[in-house]
């Protein structure tokens, strides 16, 4: 069974693994040394290069936005997220996200999303600017939300866990009308000790996540109808 961190004030010994472009940090518990300082190691998925800016023409597929994604409990925190066999969940203090775990899953989703799709363009909400709207009357517009309810190790289980909810709208004149709700619960086996094991771990889940909701919008397409 895994231990991520059983005592706080035990010895990790790390290396850096090559994870894609950026990395992740794999440790083992080597022994206890109570008066030895604690060092904080950051975590991050292969984050990709966004663009911006998307060129549509006349002929442009349906436009799908993604809003960032919303964690909501104690995994919308930067620490890392640990649930133990008797139920009580803990904060790692020296196990952190490199940054906002929202914007961390977001950039990933869309990454892996744009990468799968052939069928419509996939562009962050942030960049959706007043002047693209015009583009309404020629083009299907949808918008994705995720929410992520859960997203923890589990020590008694040694797996990732992710879950939560995808809900697609379309785009109409003066709004916008829900067109389908999509839950998922998420498992992946850690293999591996340490934080960056549960890292990847996270990481294939969002690439399930990824296949799920793209699969989602992809059956609505044929089916749309402009207004």
């Excluded at 035990?10 to 994870?19: N, Q, T």
């Amino acid at each position: 069974m895994l231990r991520l961190l059983p005592h706080l004030n035990c010895a990790l010994r790390f290396k850096p693994v090559a994870l894609g472009s950026s990395f992740a940090l794999f440790g083992a518990l080597v022994g206890c040394a109570p008066s030895q300082p604690m060092q904080t190691y950051y975590y991050q998925f292969d984050q990709p290069s966004v663009s911006n800016q998307v060129v549509f023409e006349n002929n442009a597929l349906p436009i799908v936005l993604m809003r960032e994604v919303e964690i909501s409990g104690v995994a919308k925190n930067l620490s890392m997220v640990q649930r133990l066999g008797s139920g009580e969940t803990h904060l790692a203090n020296y196990h952190l996200w490199a940054t906002d775990p929202s914007k961390l899953v977001s950039h990933y989703l869309i990454k892996q999303m744009d990468s799968e799709s052939a069928n419509f363009v996939l562009t962050p909400y942030s960049s959706w600017t007043p002047a693209s709207m015009q583009l309404s009357e020629k083009v299907s517009i949808f918008e994705i939300t995720v929410s992520v309810s859960q997203l923890y190790g589990d020590n008694e289980t040694n797996s990732a866990k992710l879950s939560g909810a995808v809900h697609i709208y379309k785009h109409l004149q003066g709004g916008r009308t829900l067109l389908s709700q999509v839950n998922f619960d998420l498992d992946e086996t850690i293999n591996g000790v340490g934080f960056g094991a549960l890292v990847n771990s996270h990481q294939i889940n969002l690439n399930k996540l990824s296949t799920l909701t793209q699969a989602a919008i992809t059956k609505l397409i044929p089916n749309d109808k402009r207004d």
